[in-house]
């Protein structure tokens, strides 16, 4: 399967399987979503956007009005708060959890 539409370029899954790959199923999905995001589903897509949009799963600075940023690259994210809170991220971005009832669990 090419990774890429582009004629001249023959990049494959199996050629990045050693980038991608991992046997933690939060670490695998972080691996896939920080480099091929066009490859995840609907379903990971919102689950990805939860994660993206959780200032406690990246790497950053507090900004001059003393607000945490953060950008979304690989050497940002902190996937162990990924993996230790993945269940509850899935829940969350599946519906079968609010938000206001995990405050206590994760710091969204």
């Given at each position: 399967?090419?990774?890429?539409?582009?004629?001249?370029?023959?990049?494959?899954?199996?050629?990045?399987?050693?980038?991608?790959?991992?046997?933690?199923?939060?670490?695998?999905?972080?691996?896939?979503?920080?480099?091929?995001?066009e490859?995840?589903?609907?379903?990971?897509?919102?689950?990805?956007?939860?994660?993206?949009?959780?200032?406690?799963?990246?790497?950053?600075?507090?900004?001059?009005?003393n607000?945490?940023?953060?950008?979304?690259?690989?050497?940002?994210?902190?996937?162990?708060?990924?993996?230790?809170?993945?269940?509850?991220?899935?829940?969350?971005?599946?519906?079968?959890?609010?938000?206001?009832?995990?405050?206590?669990?994760?710091?969204?």
């Open positions: 399967m090419p990774l890429s539409s582009s004629a001249e370029d023959t990049s494959t899954i199996w050629k990045h399987s050693d980038v991608l790959w991992d046997v933690d199923e939060a670490d695998r999905f972080v691996n896939v979503a920080l480099r091929y995001p490859l995840l589903t609907h379903d990971e897509q919102t689950l990805w956007k939860l994660i993206r949009e959780n200032g406690y799963c990246w790497r950053g600075h507090y900004n001059r009005e607000k945490w940023t953060w950008k979304v690259e690989p050497d940002s994210a902190i996937v162990e708060r990924i993996r230790e809170h993945w269940n509850d991220f899935r829940a969350a971005a599946s519906g079968d959890v609010e938000f206001d009832d995990m405050e206590d669990d994760v710091p969204f």
